[in-house]
DNA sequence: AAAAGGCCCTGGTCGC
DNA sequence: TGCGACCAGGGCCTTT
């Protein structure tokens, strides 16, 4: 499950070998990702030089807009994708669906659980439906305890359910949602609307920090993720409360409890958070 | 509008 | 050792 600073990671990881090239080709081995790959692809990419790769939440926009039009390749990683730069002509492996040809390398998607996304739009990114509805980005200013406040307010879902809806903010999946509500001292089961002003000022730091944190470590959220170029780089971070129920709270020593919102796993401390 | 649940998919783990 | 059940999870989509 890449979250945001993995797929950050790996954008700056791909980056240096994209920007400047020549698209000279796609290879689509399996369409049938999250949407199909689109089937003309390689017909709207091929010749097309790349201008620069952005992130957007934790979609990877390749831009590859000409002097008359906006171009752009839009790239998912859904849980369990990753990208790797490799030498042309480099034999695939089981799940490597999908290659961006650039000449001597290539860009290379593998995705076993097919939940990655490989898109194509023209005209202007920040008006493709998937990325038009997108919240703050947690890691740049504008992302504060002010706009969490006003964003939880009249919200009386669950403060982790909440936290984990892109609309509001992007990139924060479960890992960093439970981590970060452990840090600012908050009980996931509080309902969102009533947190103070304080508390999300709290909440926020602790995204921002923990977010940061795993940045600097390298991103590292999955067992088998992997750099773009191919180095293990993975260093598993020392969780506070994720996968880790009926384990002492590393902070208090109170046994961890796990429970399930929203069909997904919750871990807190019910000494901590309140 | 917000909330809740379904669905897509495969690899890993566990119990029998 | 083999096999089925179950879980993990991002996020869009549909239903309530």
Not at 8 to 34: C, F, H
Not at 128 to 143: I, M, Q, T
Not at 192 to 198: H, I
Request: hydrophobic content about 40%; some cysteine.
């Amino acid at each position: 499950m890449p979250e945001l600073p993995e797929v950050e990671i790996t954008r700056r990881g791909i980056e240096p070998y994209l920007a400047g090239k020549i698209i000279t080709g796609v290879r689509v081995r399996e369409r049938r990702l999250r949407w199909p790959i689109p089937p003309n692809l390689s017909a709207r990419v091929t010749g097309r030089r790349i201008l620069g790769v952005t992130r957007r939440g934790k979609y990877i926009l390749i831009d590859c807009s000409s002097s008359d039009r906006a171009g752009w390749l839009i790239l998912h990683l859904g849980m369990s994708g990753s990208l790797r730069i490799m030498a042309a002509g480099t034999a695939a492996q089981p799940h490597e669906h999908f290659d961006l040809l650039l000449g001597n390398r290539l860009l290379r998607l593998r995705d076993p659980r097919r939940f990655g996304a490989v898109l194509w739009h023209t005209g202007d990114i920040a008006r493709h439906p998937l990325l038009a509805g997108l919240g703050a980005e947690p890691l740049e200013d504008g992302f504060s305890g002010g706009l969490l406040h006003r964003a939880l307010r009249a919200r009386t879902a669950p403060v982790k359910l909440v936290l984990m809806n892109a609309s509001i903010v992007v990139g924060v999946g479960n890992i960093y949602a439970n981590e970060s509500l452990f840090r600012a001292g908050i009980d996931p089961r509080a309902p969102a609307g009533r947190l103070s002003r304080t508390r999300c000022n709290r909440l926020v730091a602790a995204i921002k920090s923990t977010l940061k944190q795993a940045l600097a470590a390298g991103g590292s959220s999955l067992r088998d993720f992997v750099h773009s170029d191919g180095s293990s780089g993975y260093f598993q971070q020392q969780y506070y409360v994720y996968g880790r129920a009926g384990l002492p709270c590393r902070v208090c020593a109170t046994p961890i409890r796990q429970l399930r919102q929203g069909q997904r796993s919750t871990f807190y401390c019910p000494s901590c958070q309140k």
